[in-house]
């Protein structure tokens, strides 16, 4: 699997928009990019995933570059409850089945009042 | 919906005694996953499930940890003898295919 590199950690003011970076220039093309999140002594939750389009949720955006070998996650108004480490994921998708899925360090983001 | 729930949620023990960690996943999910999460780094996959099958086992220490998961629906993680450096939350998850993993609360164990 393509390994990801995120920043360790980040601050937002609460209210704005966080734009989460990671990069994956080994990714391949069976490779999705996942995000998920972890709030302190939380098993983690997942956020969002796609290939290669931009994907919106509840939650999140998730914007791919075109060549794919970076993606930005959007918290589009980020609130005190959105302090958590997110992880970054590349996951393979073979011919009947799915990869591992591996966190790595993540990037600890702190939203402030 | 029912999350994954597992069990206990703490577990303290002595260097070299033995301990087990249980997980009922979701209805209906196919795949089950542990990982083990030391203090300040992310969560390390141990082994993954399909069904009854193990999908990867790479990073499972082999010769003191073991999991199984009957009938492709509960499983239960092994440590036999337990280590300092295996004090650690020990987290099941589960999912249906691609789709999200749910994670449980996880299991915190202390070896002293």
């Known amino acids: 699997d393509a390994k990801t590199t995120q920043p360790t950690s980040m601050d937002c003011a609460e209210g704005r928009a966080a734009n989460l970076p990671c990069n994956h220039s080994t990714i391949s093309g069976n490779e999705y990019v996942y995000w998920y999140r972890q709030i302190h002594s939380q098993g983690p939750q997942y956020i969002i995933h796609g290939l290669k389009n931009n994907e919106t949720n509840e939650m999140a955006s998730l914007i791919i570059t075109e060549d794919r070998k970076s993606s930005t996650l959007i918290l589009p108004h980020a609130t005190l409850r959105d302090t958590a480490v997110y992880y970054c994921?590349?996951?393979?998708?073979?011919?009947?089945?799915?990869?591992?899925?591996?966190f790595g360090a993540g990037t600890q983001v702190v939203v402030t009042p | 919906e029912a999350g994954v729930a597992q069990s206990p949620r703490y577990k303290i023990i002595e260097k070299r005694q033995s301990v087990a960690f249980w997980c009922n996943p979701i209805?209906?999910?196919?795949?089950l996953y542990w990982y083990q999460q030391i203090l300040g780094q992310g969560p390390k996959l141990l082994i993954q499930f399909q069904n009854n099958g193990v999908v990867d086992d790479s990073q499972l220490p082999k010769d003191r940890f073991s999991a199984e998961r009957l009938k492709g629906v509960d499983s239960t993680l092994k440590i036999q003898p337990a280590k300092l450096e295996d004090s650690a939350v020990y987290l099941c998850a589960s999912s249906v295919g691609q789709l999200r993993a749910f994670f449980g609360q996880g299991t915190r164990l202390t070896v002293v």
């Open positions: 209805s209906g999910h196919a795949t």
């Open positions: 994921i590349v996951r393979v998708r073979g011919t009947d089945s799915w990869g591992k899925l591996q």
